[in-house]
């Protein structure tokens, strides 16, 4: 009768593995915390932080993702342990879902300490060669904006001006509300006005997916649409 041997060290590793690579294709929360890891690790280079504030930020993810993941496992064991709607099921998924959210709020209340001053002196020296601009150039980069979506969903005969189609009409308006909000604010709070613009745009794009209007790509080619038309607009006539 044979026995099965104990895993090596190496079957561990490799087991461990195959948990994570699992939950990154299966898991599109996962993937989105994973990219985001890596930018912010990028970033982290790119402005030199410190010794400290790089461990800050490494602890950060890792509690981001860890909590992410056994967020995945605890979903998963409950999914194979009842197959029938149970509140206490719901229970233990919203409190491990629960988790994330503050896990990630964390993350995102560390970044901002971390990177708020850095980016907010590297940016202002870029933004100060150009004056600050009247409200008459926000307005017309809107309008083109809301413009340059009707022609393209025309052209592609698909959609309505804020409605379905390529590409997104919300998004757009939201990401050149945001690109106007970052030159128009003034020096001190142009980063704090900047961050919270980009969020309530990424929310807006969110909502435009999540409501099964728009495609993901269809949102990402509205804010790219809406944020590069007012930047050109802002750097030419400003």
């Known amino acids: 009768m044979s026995t099965r041997r104990a895993p090596?060290?190496?079957?561990?590793?490799?087991y461990a593995f195959e948990g994570i690579i699992h939950v990154l294709r299966t898991q599109r929360n996962l993937r989105i915390h994973f990219a985001i890891a890596v930018l912010v690790l990028i970033l982290a280079l790119v402005v030199n932080v410190t010794k400290l504030e790089l461990i800050v930020l490494?602890?950060?993810?890792?509690f981001v993702l860890i909590a992410e993941m056994l967020n995945t496992a605890i979903e998963a064991a409950i999914d194979i342990a009842t197959?029938?709607?149970?509140?206490?099921?719901?229970l233990a998924k919203d409190i491990a879902a629960g988790a994330v959210l503050i896990a990630s709020v964390n993350a995102l209340a560390v970044g901002y300490l971390v990177f708020s001053n850095k980016i907010a002196n590297r940016s202002s020296t870029l933004l100060e060669r150009l004056r600050q601009a009247p409200a008459e150039l926000t307005l017309v980069a809107?309008?083109?904006?809301?413009?340059?979506?009707?022609?393209?969903?025309a052209y592609t005969g698909r959609g309505t001006p804020l409605r379905g189609g390529i590409p997104s009409g919300h998004a757009a308006v939201a990401f050149a509300g945001w690109m106007a909000a970052t030159y128009v604010a003034d020096e001190s709070h142009r980063f704090l006005i900047s961050s919270l613009t980009l969020i309530m745009a990424f929310l807006v794009a969110q909502t435009r997916v999540e409501s099964g209007v728009h495609s993901a790509l269809e949102v990402t080619y509205g804010a790219l649409?809406?944020?590069?038309?007012?930047?050109?607009?802002?750097?030419?006539?400003?």
């Open 83 to 90: 197959t029938s709607f149970d509140p206490m099921a719901k």
């Open 58 to 62: 490494l602890l950060s993810i890792a």
């Open 142 to 153: 809107l309008v083109l904006t809301v413009l340059l979506v009707i022609a393209t969903k």
């Open 8 to 14: 090596t060290i190496f079957d561990s590793f490799n």
């Open 225 to 238: 649409v809406g944020a590069l038309v007012t930047l050109v607009i802002f750097q030419v006539f400003s």
